[in-house]
């Protein structure tokens, strides 16, 4: 029986896309990096400011509110703790997006949980 080698799942940085847009266009390197910067800034403070950020084909962000609770485990000490309410940062696929991955395989992803 032969060991089954395990492969690293490779994993996109926002330097790594900026590269990649870079070597398809004849952009200058740092106006890539700016326009990049400014695009996440605006997302970002728009998500701040509670709104919801739909791009067509990809997906939506958008801010949820999760209530407080009481009389939560901690997994490590078996110790009662409660939380706070807070919100979160909710994204959903859109169909293209979705329809996109849906034919990749377990073993095409390394992380995949069983």
């Known amino acids: 029986m032969s060991k089954q080698k395990k492969i690293k799942p490779q994993k996109q940085t926002k330097t790594s896309i900026v590269d ?4 398809k266009t ?3 390197l740092k106006d890539i990096h700016s326009v990049s910067d400014l ?18 084909g990809f997906g939506t962000f958008s801010v949820q509110f999760r209530k407080g609770r009481k009389g939560m485990r901690n997994p490590k000490t078996g110790e009662l703790v409660d939380t706070a309410p807070h919100s979160v940062v909710v994204f959903r696929p859109g169909k ?14 390394p ?4």
């Open 20 to 23: 990649a847009i870079y070597k």
């Open 26 to 28: 004849d952009h200058l």
């Open 39 to 56: 695009f996440f800034a605006e997302m970002f403070q728009a998500l701040e400011r509670g709104e919801t950020i739909e791009i067509r």
């Open 96 to 109: 293209i997006l979705s329809a996109a991955v849906r034919p990749i395989t377990e073993q095409e992803v």
């Open 111 to 114: 992380d995949a949980k069983k």
